[in-house]
């Protein structure tokens, strides 16, 4: 029996009296001191690097790299081929990551059982979002949330990048795209509706399309985290529309001010262009043509499924984004 299979299971079993009772079977020859080895092992390879890894659980890369050094003496076998650019895998140390990772995951869920015990949430949430959506909607919510658990801290990451969730450390990431062939969950929180817009100095300018056949001879604010295709319905008609340009941008916020500046048409959440529209800065197109909505969904790495501060914040969410939607049904 080689090494990896040393560390034979680590059960956690919840029993109906809240009790946790853990069963662990360990082979005595393995110290606690080799078991934390193991999960920076299994650190390094989630996080990419060993400075990633570092940081994430916040040693040093030197006692990072001491563990790696003993664990591979200890075993008397070399788990990794290090480069000053990459570290790679060998086959003895793919084996040995996935029974090391399975450790680090049931420590991690041993934790989030625990706080499920506590009678009021508390610890950290770390969160990311699109900016504009992000200063709009959801840190308003996060306002009102952090009223009702102030125990509950928030770090909140505003950025228009995809965040690489599991690297980063993120409990929570809320997103307006549906969710990639991954290994994270996700939950829908909200279903936005769009609208066509411009700038009343750009329809004086260029004139009011009438028909979905007149937008693709219209310039357009390009944002460039959707596909550039615009897709109209009416009764039983379905159009799609190419979309061209002078300005693109990658940040929603940009795409509105430069529509509001009369640079173009633009497709624009109505959150955003409900106030605009009542300043008179923006005037829909189309308005009886319905467009695809934005569905929005919160992701999370599937060992924070048990979080009740995560479940709590992912609740919150649905139920103000529910009340805003609403509000902005009955005035719009």
């Not at 996080?47 to 916040?58: D, V």
């Not at 680090?104 to 499920?116: D, K, R």
């Not at 829909?284 to 914040?313: E, H, Q, W």
Request: proline share 4%; aromatic share 8%.
């Amino acid at each position: 029996m080689n090494n990896a299979d040393k560390l034979d299971f680590i059960v956690i079993k919840i029993d109906t009296i809240g009790t946790i009772e853990f069963i662990i079977r360990v082979f005595m020859d393995i110290s606690f001191e080799q078991l934390k080895s193991m999960v920076v092992f299994a650190q390094v390879i989630e996080q990419g690097s060993l400075s990633a890894a570092a940081k994430h659980i916040g040693l040093s890369r030197a006692v990072v790299s001491y563990h790696l050094k003993k664990l591979e003496a200890q075993l008397e076998v070399k788990l990794l081929n290090r480069s000053t650019r990459s570290i790679n895998l060998t086959e003895a140390g793919q084996a040995y990551f996935e029974r090391c990772q399975i450790i680090a995951e049931q420590a991690s869920a041993a934790n989030l059982q625990i706080e499920n015990f506590k009678n009021e949430p508390i610890g950290l949430l770390k969160i990311t979002c699109p900016v504009n959506v992000g200063l709009q909607t959801v840190v308003p919510a996060l306002n009102e949330f952090k009223k009702i658990y102030p125990k509950i801290s928030l770090d909140v990451m505003l950025t228009d990048e995809v965040v690489n969730i599991m690297k980063e450390g993120i409990d929570l990431a809320i997103r307006g795209a549906p969710l990639p062939d991954s290994g994270l969950q996700a939950s829908k929180l909200a279903t936005l509706k769009t609208c066509l817009c411009a700038a009343p100095d750009y329809i004086r300018q260029y004139g009011y399309p009438k028909k979905p056949s007149d937008l693709s001879k219209h310039e357009w604010v390009i944002y460039k985290l959707t596909s550039g295709v615009v897709s109209l319905t009416k009764g039983n008609q379905s159009f799609s529309i190419s979309t061209k340009g002078s300005i693109s941008t990658n940040n929603a916020a940009a795409r509105t001010a430069f529509v509001e500046a009369g640079h173009g048409l633009g497709r624009i959440p109505l959150y955003d262009a409900l106030p605009k529209i009542k300043a008179g800065t923006l005037i829909k197109v189309l308005d009886d043509y319905a467009l695809s909505d934005i569905n929005v969904f919160g992701v999370f790495p599937p060992g924070t499924a048990s979080s009740k501060k995560l479940r709590l914040l992912l609740n919150f969410l649905k139920e103000y984004f529910t009340s805003q939607i609403n509000l902005q049904n009955r005035s719009n």
